[in-house]
């Protein structure tokens, strides 16, 4: 199938994204040139005047107001409900900022036999290479980052979730799972795996997502011929980001896994947040806390817990 007979449906989920959406609209002509496509966009009940924006930005773009701060899964799942008829669906943060000819190219990355989902080499808005490649969750993998950073224990498969070693980010591969800001999957991986799993409101959905796809013989392949821009947001430094999607970790991973192995996997999560913690960071203490909490555990994020979503 070539580029002419693909229609890709753009989903964007927006949460007070309104000084955002100029440059990732601007971006999407370039993109997606030479691709049949239309825009959908699902807000998550933005203060400022997102939606105003895309009206005025995008007139033909579709626009699904949630009415709440649903989370980032619902959003996507109201949008791809709402978006015409598709043969693709590319999510897009309101901070990623698409190159020339970025998505054709991821096109003709997910037509290989036995690909669900393709991702783009994303480089920040200084062009610094984002390690956006992930492995499997695992409990070794939570130590090594506890023992020795994410950066360093990702040069090793074993010890590594985040795949930091840039000799992987030169060449097209397959990765267990990717970060999910520009992520472009078929309607065949939609229709087998889909809708994303609305319980997650922020983080580990695009994980769980692809992990899915896996289990139904659908890979995530990744390419560097297709770039994009990601300006990324800030849960690396907010303590509730940050603590949420900690959290989000454990409850992945009890579902994927036995009790035994969840409960050593989120021992090995505390460890990390506490170590750190002692190391005065504020969003692991936060976080640790939160894990020594059953009913935080237990809760469902949402808008009582966290008031900003992706973008």
Known sequence: MDSTSETVA??????????????????????????NWHLTVADNASADDSVGAVRRLAPTATVVEMGRNAGYAAGIN?????????????V?????RLTPGCVRTLLGVLRTEGTGIAVPLLVDGDGRLIHTMRRDPAVRRVLGDALLGAVRAGRYPALGEMVTDERRYGAETVTDWAEGSTVLFSAECWERVGPWDESFFLYSEETDFALRARDAGLVTRFTPAARAVHLEGDSKVSPGLWTVLTLNKVRLYGRRHGRVAATAFWAALLLREASRAALGKAPSRMAARALL???RLRETPGPHTVHRARG
């Open 293 to 295: 909490s059953p009913a």
């Open 92 to 96: 897009l943060n309101p901070d990623v």
């Open 10 to 35: 753009v989903v964007v989920v927006t949460y007070n994204s309104e000084r955002l959406l100029p440059d990732l609209i601007a971006s999407l002509g370039p993109g997606l040139e030479g691709v």
């Open 78 to 90: 109201a949008a791809v409900a709402k978006a015409g008829p598709f043969t693709a669906v590319l």
